[in-house]
Nanobody, 124 residues
Framework: QVQLVESGGGLVQPGGSLRLSCAHSGRAFNLYAMAWFRQTPGKEREFVAAINWSGTSTYYAGSVKGRFTISRDNAKNTLYLQMNSLKPEDTAVYYC?????????????????WGQGTQVTVSS
């Protein structure tokens, strides 16, 4: 069974930066495509970014492209999301997700395992 644990969330001012981490506890992390999604109260969970198993292919939502960077360290079984130039509308609970042998897509239903989420609040 795969467990995913996010960390790194918090309160940041507009224009600031945060780096989220997601630790993958199962074996064969490098067999999983990984992604970040986010959700605010009353709204559906939305795609943020995805990365394939090797880290050679990435995919971003238009709202974060150019500001966020997804990456992974397969030796450390860890996924990252570097968030720069943060805006109040980026405020949400951020979730990491894993899709075994998948390509890394924006489809929520493609992901087999989810973390519990970490809160990111962008406010002055």
């Amino acid at each position: 069974q795969v467990q995913l644990v996010e960390s790194g969330g918090g309160l940041v001012q507009p224009g600031g930066s945060l780096r989220l981490s997601c630790a993958h506890s199962g074996r064969a992390f490098n067999l999983y495509a990984m992604a970040w999604f986010r959700q605010t109260p009353g709204k559906e969970r939305e795609f943020v970014a995805a990365i394939n198993w090797s880290g050679t292919s990435t995919y971003y939502a238009g709202s974060v492209k150019g500001r966020f960077t997804i990456s992974r360290d397969n030796a450390k079984n860890t996924l990252y999301l570097q968030m720069n130039s943060l805006k109040p509308e980026d405020t949400a609970v951020y979730y990491c997700a894993a899709d075994m042998l998948g390509p890394g897509t924006d489809s929520l239903g493609a992901y087999d395992f989810w973390g519990q989420g970490t809160q990111v609040t962008v406010s002055s």
